[in-house]
């Protein structure tokens, strides 16, 4: 089956400090990816969709400017947030997807920001 | 705007038990249904993926319906073991869309 492989799996960072993650399909191309948020306890809240060669979509209420989104490849994609905050601790995953709208999730990373 | 709704939110079992998760949307205009499985701190790992023209589909001691005009779907989970504690996701993509909106999880604990 497909692999994504996100990394890093957990960072931990000082506030005001950016933050990258990245996020690779291994063994297919993705022309899109998308990036969600998990909060304890809570489910996933799309975040951004990235695709390949142009800009993100973000959903409403996600700042664009904080939560910065490349995709400069069909096999990966990086969020970077920007000037970190203890607010944005939190678990963020990032999917991939093929023909028919078939996803496939990385592993997560879990962002605390101290 | 698709909303998405799983119930229980939790569910607490000894170990045998037959289980069925209950999972609901409201715009029935969806390409597939998903369930996913995610271990505490961990990615989701798909479970199964019924598509739209489907009523069913299995694996193992999982099998899971799709009834679109009544916007319900149902994870039913054949003799619980405790390695089946997970929480459990469904998750529908709008046609026309590749994203997902997903559903507030089943937490099951399944105690030996």
């Known amino acids: 089956g497909a692999v994504v492989s996100q990394h890093p799996s957990r960072v931990i960072c000082k506030s005001g400090t950016s933050v990258k993650i990245e996020c690779r399909s291994l063994?297919?191309?993705?022309?899109?990816m998308f990036w969600y948020r998990q909060f304890p306890k809570q489910s996933l809240m799309l975040m951004a969709t990235?695709?390949?060669?142009?800009?993100?979509?973000?959903e409403q209420g996600v700042e664009k400017d904080k939560f910065l989104i490349n995709h400069a490849s069909l096999t990966l994609s990086t969020l970077t947030v920007t000037s970190a905050h203890p607010e944005d601790s939190s678990f963020y995953i990032c999917?991939?997807?093929?023909?028919?709208?078939?996803?496939?999730f990385g592993q997560g990373t879990r962002l605390t920001v101290v | 705007k698709q909303e998405v709704t799983q119930i229980p939110a939790a569910l607490s079992v000894p170990e045998g038990e037959n289980l069925v998760l209950n999972c609901s949307f409201t715009?029935?205009?969806?390409?597939?249904l998903q369930w996913f499985r995610q271990d505490p701190g961990k990615g989701l790992t798909s479970l199964l993926l019924?598509?739209?023209?489907?009523r069913e589909q299995t694996s193992g001691r999982l099998n899971a319906s799709l009834d679109k005009s009544s916007g319900r779907s149902t994870l039913y989970i054949a003799a619980s073991q405790p390695g089946d504690s997970a929480t459990y996701l469904c998750?529908?993509?709008?046609?026309?869309?590749?994203?997902?909106?997903f559903g507030t999880g089943t937490r099951l604990l399944v105690s030996p």
């Open positions: 999917s991939a997807s093929v023909a028919q709208a078939i996803a496939f």
């Open positions: 063994d297919f191309q993705a022309t899109t």
């Open positions: 990235s695709n390949e060669g142009s800009k993100a979509t973000y």
């Open positions: 715009d029935s205009a969806i390409y597939n």
């Open positions: 019924i598509q739209s023209s489907q």
């Open positions: 998750a529908v993509p709008k046609i026309g869309f590749q994203k997902l909106v």
